[in-house]
């Protein structure tokens, strides 16, 4: 019975693992002769990475919960965490582009396996660094910027660009933007800045107003697949962008003074 109930947080990492494996299949095209031509299989792709971005600490907290944390669970979410922020949104972003700007795929092509690739070792790089690393080293602090917000971000940018045509363009300026912000999150997945993470703090009021934009990101998030709330794509590229940039300046002017508080953790606890 006492092994039994390793199996409940578990559950939830196998879920965000075929989450993840499905958003790849969506992305490829591979679901297309199943749910016929009407269905939009990019933004489906992406939505199932939106999916495993809200059900990404539900093995945590089910661990916590009936007291079943393991080193397997903990190398078992890295692994789901690659599939579905790494390797999904990479896929994502190349097929789009091959299915809806073919032209600009084929003379681009180098460039963007070049960046591809640069963003899923990234990813595995990540999640590596932080099980071996960082993970009881700052407790406040992300170091370098999770997979989840990268997957989401990317997930959400190229749906964004293709819902407002952006991709009709063949030789438009503007298809360089989903690669360079590709690019862009794979690098800061591996540098050593801080960002701040979405823990209760001694503001009242912050507290409140955290809970509440997190409240509505779940819901806008779970209906991404709809047509229901308008502005819906700015406003996750808002607010998901907006605490990237924020928190890692923040991050950035109080360095020294998280680095030296993680020391004298360390220090206290040993």
């Known amino acids: 019975m006492n092994k039994l109930r390793y199996i409940f947080p578990n559950a939830f990492t196998s879920l965000n693992f075929m989450l993840g494996v499905f958003a ?7 679901f297309d002769s199943i749910t016929g031509p009407g269905t939009d299989s990019i933004r489906m792709s992406a939505y199932f990475i939106l999916l495993c971005v809200l059900f990404d600490k539900l093995d945590g907290f089910a661990a916590r919960l009936v007291n079943a944390s393991s080193e397997f669970g903990a190398q078992f979410d890295s692994l789901a965490d690659l599939i579905a922020f790494g390797v999904a949104p990479a896929f994502c972003i190349l097929y789009t582009y091959k299915g ?53 971000i990317n997930a959400i940018t190229i749906v964004f660009f293709k819902a407002h045509g952006l991709f009709d363009g063949a030789e438009s300026a503007a ?3 989903p690669v ?52 819906l794509y ?33 220090e206290k606890a040993a």
């Open 24 to 30: 790849i299949c969506w992305a490829t095209g591979s």
């Open 100 to 152: 809806f700007a073919p032209e600009w795929f084929q003379s681009h092509f180098a460039l963007l396996i070049i960046v591809f690739s640069i963003y899923v070792l990234c990813a595995a790089m990540r999640l590596a660094k932080y099980n071996a690393l960082d993970s009881d080293t700052y407790h406040h602090h992300f170091s370098g910027v999770p997979t989840t917000f990268a997957g989401a």
């Open 175 to 177: 298809l360089f933007l």
């Open 180 to 231: 360079a912000i590709l690019f862009v999150t794979g690098i800061l997945m591996v540098s050593p800045l801080f960002l701040p993470k979405l823990q209760p703090r001694k503001n009242k009021l912050f507290n409140t107003a955290q809970a509440v934009l997190i409240v509505i990101t779940y819901i806008c998030a779970f209906f991404f697949v709809t047509d229901v709330i308008p502005f």
């Open 234 to 266: 700015e406003y996750l590229l808002i607010l998901v962008g907006g605490y990237l940039v924020i928190g890692l300046a923040v991050g950035l002017i109080n360095r020294k003074k998280i680095i030296a508080e993680a020391k004298a953790e360390k």
